[in-house]
């Protein structure tokens, strides 16, 4: 969508990155709050967040995942998003299933 965060009107990252008001109705997210024990340390944290970029390896697997209606992340994560959607979370075996004879 865009190339930076900020770049985007409606994302929240001016304000967790520079306190800055956008129109938003925001509410802190404990994570975010966890960065530091005050709001300087922890915007300065946030803004560090976005310096790297992701690894086009990992940008493609989301993708893949995300049009496939499927979930990134450990197997444990997976088990438990699968038991809360009550279907399955990942990629399924390639071709027909064998006869039953």
Known sequence: MVEHPGD????SYHYSAYGKRCGLNLKEHDR?????SNDAERRRCYRELF???L???????I???LNSCLVLGNERFKDEIQV???RKV???KAGRPPKQY
């Open 32 to 36: 975010y709050r966890a960065l530091a």
């Open 55 to 61: 690894d086009t390896g990992l940008i493609h697997s």
């Open 90 to 92: 990942r990629p399924g």
């Open 84 to 86: 809360q959607l009550k």
């Open 51 to 53: 310096h790297n970029a």
């Open 8 to 11: 985007y009107r409606w994302a």
């Open 63 to 65: 993708r893949q995942l």
